[in-house]
């Protein structure tokens, strides 16, 4: 099994930046994809940011220019650093891997969330 660690979340001021940290634990043989989900109160959770295993990226246009991720394999941990937030940008952000545990089985995993509120 994987195990997903979250951090970073918190309360900032419109305009400001947090940075999210997940790193994933276990029996992991690889990871594929990873990435940034987030939900909103009384919205469908959407797709904020995803990173391949080659480092190639793919963002929602709403965060475009804003959020960056990235990954250190060598620590299983995929990072967003959140710049010029907005409050829409207030949500639980999920971390999600697509890890091969173990090997030639690939499963979607879900870390727990960590809140992100941003203030006007």
């Known amino acids: 099994q994987v195990q997903l660690v979250e951090s970073g979340g918190g309360l900032v001021q419109a305009g400001g930046f947090l940075r999210l940290s997940c790193a994933a634990s276990?029996?992991?043989?690889?990871?594929?994809?990873m990435g940034w989900y987030r939900q909103a109160p009384g919205k469908q959770r959407e797709m904020v940011a995803i990173?391949?295993?080659?480092?190639?990226?793919s963002y929602a246009d709403s965060v475009k220019g804003r959020f960056t991720i990235s990954r250190d394999n060598a620590k299983n941990t995929v990072y967003l650093q959140m710049n010029s937030l907005k409050p829409e940008d207030t949500a639980v952000y999920y971390c999600?891997?697509?890890?091969?545990?173990?090997?030639?089985?690939?499963?979607?995993?879900w870390g727990k969330g960590t809140l992100v509120t941003v203030s006007s």
């Open positions: 999600n891997v697509n890890a091969e545990v173990p090997r030639f089985v690939h499963k979607i995993y």
């Open positions: 990173i391949t295993s080659g480092g190639g990226t």
């Open positions: 276990g029996s992991i043989f690889s990871i594929n994809a």
